[in-house]
């Protein structure tokens, strides 16, 4: 089958769907990703994926989105595609409507979150503008055979809105986590010497991590406030974060803001995050974004790492509070700073909610497990193989491994201070 692959930009197929993709290519299934071009679109096609590159505004911008609009018409006319699937925010809502009127037979949304137009209050502009992209949500909601869910949350929204039904929708657990690339058994010592060496870290400090965009939404300042509760503590303690920053977002931090204190790095993007992980004591995510699952909790979690996060939509759903980690509440400094005094002065508990975690991801978060259940109930290919398959980046390209078969793709390099558009 020719199979469309509809996201705003080329990062989320890549991060969250480059396991998904390959086992339809696996199968023998024709796969074009369409999306903004960006540095993940050459490790797409190496992996086997097809790519047309459509600019589009993550953000409000109708003239882009209507030029958008024409160039995806076009574009999946041409492909012909046997299944549109759709993902990020504006896909979701126009791929659906243009995909139907070209007599695709199947069409199907996922939702890694459903975005701010669900979230309350803002500007009096603001309120409006979400009130007229919900009803362009119900409306676009009619050419959607199939809906896919990270969280109950967002589902019973949808559900209550009357934008689905019990019938044509499901529940998934987010994303899932590539255990053969995010396990501690493959963590290379020499590398985290290194790394540690690069970022001027002892073997004896403590290493708090946070992973996401620069965004205030995500809790980078409660973060960062957190950090100086501990500048004057008895043994060394670093907060660590590594995220890019998100062109044209209105939750873009002032780089004023995150200057570096005593006790606290941003450290960029990172495509050596596994390894940022595994040399890490504590991860956290003190966000009030609506979350579908955090990915980089469950990477955490199959990492054996104890995690703080906020009693907030998506991440609740990954934390078993006092078992496998603290959940705290939003915007909240001084909760954040106490949970993670609780496991930074204790390492058997640390050791002890690490181990849960990772037991939680065996059972209820592997993306082996999670692609099989959209595969089989949704795409209805029930006789879908599903090979074993990760990558790596390393200094020479992007390692590929596809149920042992193993090869090296050169690949340029991402910087840390990449930008995502």
């Given at each position: 089958m020719k199979i469309a692959i509809i996201s705003a930009v080329d990062f989320v197929p890549w991060q969250?769907?480059?396991?998904?993709?390959?086992?339809?290519?696996?199968?023998?299934?024709?796969?074009?990703?369409?999306?903004?071009?960006?540095?993940y679109v050459e490790?797409?096609?190496?992996?086997?994926?097809?790519?047309?590159?459509?600019?589009?505004?993550?953000?409000?911008?109708?003239?882009?989105?209507?030029?958008?609009?024409?160039?995806?018409?076009?574009?999946?006319?041409?492909?012909?595609?046997?299944?549109?699937?759709?993902?990020?925010?504006?896909?979701?809502?126009?791929?659906?409507?243009?995909?139907?009127?070209?007599?695709?037979?199947?069409?199907?949304?996922?939702?890694?979150?459903?975005?701010?137009?669900?979230?309350?209050?803002?500007?009096?502009?603001?309120?409006?503008?979400?009130?007229?992209?919900?009803?362009?949500?119900?409306?676009?909601?009619?050419?959607?055979d199939f809906f896919i869910f990270q969280n109950h949350d967002d589902y019973n929204i949808f559900l209550r809105n009357q934008i689905i039904t019990e019938k044509n929708s499901i529940v998934v657990?987010?994303?899932?986590?590539?255990?053969?690339?995010?396990?501690?058994?493959?963590?290379?010592?020499?590398?985290?010497n290194n790394i540690r060496h690069e970022l001027g870290l002892s073997e004896s400090t403590r290493i708090v991590l946070m992973v996401s965009r620069v965004a205030k939404n995500k809790g980078i300042l409660e973060f960062i406030n957190a950090g100086r509760y501990f500048e004057n503590h008895n043994e060394p303690i670093q907060f660590l974060h590594a995220g890019s920053v998100e062109k044209g977002s209105l939750?873009?931090?002032?780089?004023?803001?995150?200057?570096?204190?005593?006790?606290?790095?941003?450290?960029?993007?990172?495509?050596?995050?596994?390894?940022?992980?595994?040399?890490?004591?504590?991860?956290?995510?003190?966000?009030?974004?609506?979350?579908?699952?955090?990915?980089?909790?469950?990477?955490?979690?199959?990492?054996?790492?104890?995690?703080?996060t906020t009693n907030n939509v998506g991440c609740r759903d990954v934390v078993d509070d006092g078992i496998n980690g603290f959940l705290i509440p939003i915007r909240d400094a001084d909760a954040l700073a106490n949970a993670i005094e609780k496991l930074i002065d204790n390492p058997v508990l640390r050791k002890q909610m690490g181990e849960i975690g990772y037991e939680k991801i065996q059972r209820q978060f592997t993306v082996e497990s999670i692609n099989k259940i959209i595969l089989q109930q949704v795409f209805q290919m029930n006789d879908i193989q599903i090979p074993d398959f990760y990558t790596e980046e390393t200094s020479n390209g992007l390692f590929i491994s596809l149920n042992g078969e193993q090869r090296f793709v050169s690949v340029n390099p991402i910087s840390t201070d990449h930008v995502l558009n």
């Open positions: 969250f769907r480059s396991e998904f993709i390959a086992t339809l290519i696996y199968n023998g299934h024709d796969v074009t990703v369409i999306s903004s071009k960006g540095p490790r797409l096609q190496a992996i086997g994926a097809k790519h047309i590159a459509i600019p589009l505004n993550r953000f409000i911008s109708p003239l882009t989105d209507l030029l958008y609009l024409f160039r995806l018409y076009f574009t999946l006319r041409n492909i012909k595609p046997d299944i549109v699937y759709a993902m990020t925010a504006k896909p979701t809502f126009f791929a659906p409507i243009i995909a139907k009127c070209l007599n695709v037979p199947q069409v199907y949304n996922m939702y890694g979150g459903i975005g701010f137009i669900h979230v309350d209050g803002g500007s009096y502009l603001m309120k409006i503008i979400k009130r007229i992209a919900r009803l362009i949500q119900r409306y676009g909601g009619k050419f959607v657990n987010g994303s899932g986590v590539n255990c053969h690339e995010f396990n501690i058994e493959s963590v290379n010592q020499s590398r985290i939750e873009n931090v002032v780089i004023s803001q995150i200057q570096e204190t005593k006790n606290f790095k941003q450290i960029g993007f990172r495509m050596d995050i596994k390894d940022i992980i595994s040399m890490s004591d504590i991860v956290v995510l003190p966000s009030y974004h609506r979350e579908g699952i955090p990915n980089t909790l469950l990477e955490a979690m199959a990492m054996k790492k104890p995690i703080v």
